[in-house]
Each structure stands twice: as structure tokens, then as C-alpha cells.
């Protein structure tokens, strides 16, 4: 288990208003967000052990760190606001384009413009890639990194 839970140290873990915990990582060069009881995260955890042990980890302490990591979300994590393709920060509003290049549409009083690049380090770059969703498959946050 100890190299599931090193393994770990690269997801920003959180939790939602229902104590859902969620993962924030980079995944080819981009950000997404996973609930950590959904088979994505999972499949995640399980590449990475088996890419630093040529094993799989067992049922059993996979759940276990699964367990941790819950706790680390629900009781360590911040809470932040989970949607779905669509969402609203800092009185913008981000929609998900879905498309191969994960970017958003960032919409304000201003005007709107295509957030293209989610690590560009502006105000609308971590929101916009927080609500990632392959086709509605997972529900995503929608919130900055601090």
C-alpha cells in the first residue's frame, strides 16, 4: 500500500459539498479531475504501481489507500463546487468545448474568449480545466488551484 499512497503525492485531492472526494491532476500535459471511487482514478492508481513494481496491487490495498485518500480529501482537502461542462467562478462562466485540445470558453461581462492553454497561469486557465469531462463521463470541479 505505501507505494499506492506515494504514488498519490501528485494528485491535489478535495472534496465536494456531499463529501465526495475528488483527485486534480495533469494527465498529458493537461488538468483533470476524477472522484476517486470512479474507475478512471482507479485505472490511474493502478498504472502508476504497476509502472514502479511490473505487479498489480491487490483488491485489497487498493482499497485501502482508496480508504486514505478519501480522508485526506474529506478532512485535509478543501471543499470545492463540482460541475459538469458548464460553470460559474469568480462571476465568469466556463464552458467545456469537450474537444481534443480540452479548452473551455471563458464568458464575462467583458466579452468571451477560448482558454486554450489551463497551465497559462491566467485567472481563467485552472477553472475553465476543473470541469473536464469526456462526454459527461465523470463530474468535475470547477474551481482555481490554490
Same mark, same amino acid.
Given at each position: ?17 456531499? @463529501? ?8 498529458? +500535459? ?7 471511487? +470512479? ?8 498504472? *502508476?504501481?504497476? $509502472? ?5 496491487? /491487490? ?11 478519501? &480522508? *485526506?480529501?474529506?478532512?485535509? @482537502?478543501?471543499?470545492? $463546487?463540482? /460541475? ?6 469568480? +462571476? ?13 470558453? $471563458?464568458?464575462?461581462?467583458? +466579452?468571451?474568449?477560448?482558454? $486554450?492553454?489551463?497551465?497559462? @497561469?491566467? &485567472? ?8 473536464? /469531462?469526456?462526454? @459527461? &463521463? ?9
Amino acid at each position: 500500500m505505501d507505494v499506492l499512497l506515494n504514488v498519490a503525492t501528485a494528485a491535489r485531492l478535495f472534496h465536494a459539498s456531499d @463529501g465526495t472526494g475528488f483527485a486534480d491532476l495533469i494527465i498529458d +500535459g493537461h488538468r483533470e479531475t476524477w472522484p476517486l471511487r +470512479g474507475k478512471r482514478f482507479q485505472a490511474w492508481l493502478r498504472q *502508476q504501481y504497476y $509502472e514502479r513494481t511490473w505487479d498489480a496491487p /491487490s483488491p485489497a490495498a487498493l482499497n485501502a489507500a482508496l480508504n486514505v485518500f478519501e &480522508a *485526506q480529501a474529506q478532512f485535509d @482537502g478543501p471543499q470545492r $463546487e463540482v /460541475s459538469v461542462r458548464l460553470a460559474e467562478h469568480d +462571476g465568469l462562466i466556463y464552458l467545456d468545448l469537450t474537444d481534443e485540445f480540452w479548452r473551455c470558453v $471563458e464568458i464575462g461581462a467583458n +466579452g468571451w474568449r477560448i482558454a $486554450e492553454d489551463p497551465r497559462s @497561469g491566467s &485567472a481563467a486557465a485552472p477553472a475553465c480545466s476543473r470541469f473536464r /469531462s469526456r462526454r @459527461g &463521463a465523470d463530474q468535475l470541479s470547477c474551481s482555481r488551484r490554490f
